[in-house]
């Protein structure tokens, strides 16, 4: 298995821009997730899919963001108008689906924003 | 709602020395599952190992061994002979059952320092 591919590795951005992040699951995996991890903090849930379909956001998901991945395939993380607060790292991590069991989720290296 | 605690922030040992990660968690499911993943100073999240709830057998792996106790809601982590390498910020995490996305609800993340 090639691993999760997340691109761009790093971003610095000035306050108010737009920024999107794109990953790349393992390419079997149809569950794909989006995390949001701050300095000293474990990751936490923005939202999944199953396939093209998003089925879940958390409250962390405000509405200066949206997550499409329209192909159920590669997936893209926008931000609009960035504050401040916005910046960490956003992991990306894809599992397989269906009743075999919790299938364990893995991640890639993260999309690292930097907001000026 | 769920939740886990690692109450150890950072732990430092000299190489070869034994060190026990904690993890406690919260559930109100009673099917659910136990993670644990390091996270090396490149960022990416590697997944260890997975348990469900209803086996409670203890885990080897090399050096690695968990130890799942539901009675005390604990699923610990012991490294044997610590050396450098695993110098890491190590995650536990929970999903449940019930929640059908089995998204991933992690810990604060233990810091472990082996020093040479």
């Known amino acids: 298995d090639t691993g999760v591919s997340q691109d761009p590795r790093h971003k610095i951005t000035k306050r108010g821009q737009n920024v999107t992040f794109r990953c790349d699951p393992i390419?079997?995996?149809?569950?794909l997730y989006w995390y949001r991890q701050t300095l000293g903090q474990g990751p936490e849930f923005l939202t999944y899919f199953q396939n093209e379909a998003q089925l879940e956001k958390s409250r962390l998901l405000s509405d200066r963001f949206s997550a499409e991945r329209p192909k159920g395939s590669f997936s893209t993380l926008e931000i609009q108008r960035t504050e401040q607060g916005d910046s960490a790292m956003y992991l990306c991590?894809?599992?397989?689906?269906?009743?075999?069991?919790?299938?364990?989720?893995?991640f890639g290296d993260g999309t690292r924003l930097s907001i000026l | 709602a769920q939740k886990v605690t690692q109450a150890q922030t950072e732990i430092s040992v000299v190489e070869k020395e034994d060190v026990t990660l904690d993890c406690v968690y919260e559930t109100r499911d009673t099917t659910y599952y136990l993670f644990w993943y390091k996270q090396p100073p490149s960022g990416e999240l590697v997944f260890l190992i997975r348990r469900n709830s209803f086996d409670e057998q203890n885990e080897i792996s090399g050096r690695y061994s968990w130890n799942f106790q539901k009675s005390t809601s604990s699923f610990n982590f012991t490294i044997t002979a610590s050396q450098v390498v695993d110098s890491a910020v190590y995650f536990c995490a929970l999903s449940e059952a019930g929640n059908a996305g089995n998204m991933l609800t992690f810990g604060g993340g233990t810091r472990l320092m082996v020093k040479p």
């Open positions: 991590a894809s599992s397989r689906g269906g009743d075999s069991g919790n299938q364990p989720q893995h």
């Open positions: 390419s079997e995996h149809n569950r």
